[in-house]
Nanobody, 123 residues
């Protein structure tokens, strides 16, 4: 069974860091892309970053300079390292599986979503 489970969210002060994890099962990261998305309160869900089956990375502007996606294929886990967090980074963060790569991120086909992990940036 395909599963994606996010973890690592929580409360962090502005300027702080978090590393989110997306634990996957039921498929190989060698054949699927994994994207990170977020949905802030009252806002649409938007893409952050994606890593494809070959390890190539595509970022949106929200990720550049502060967020870094990576993966550990042996652990079947994809990470999102988030640094210099700001209050407007507050959102539920989701990982999702893409069967056909990362092109466009917000336009990438997605067939499975995780349930999300909440990140709150506040002081």
């Amino acid at each position: 069974q395909v599963q994606l489970v996010e973890s690592g969210g929580g409360l962090v002060q502005p300027g702080g860091s978090l590393r989110l994890s997306c634990a996957t099962s039921g498929f190989s990261l060698d054949y699927y892309a994994i994207g990170w998305f977020r949905q802030a309160p009252g806002k649409e869900r938007l893409g952050i970053s994606c890593i494809d089956s070959s390890g190539s990375i595509r970022n949106t502007n929200s990720a550049k300079g502060r967020f870094t996606i990576s993966r550990d294929n042996a652990k079947k886990t994809v990470y999102l390292q988030m640094n210099s967090l700001k209050p407007d980074d507050t959102a539920v963060y989701y990982c999702a599986r893409g069967p056909s790569g990362c092109a466009g991120i917000d336009l990438m086909p997605v067939d499975y979503w995780g349930k999300g992990t909440l990140v709150t940036v506040s002081s």
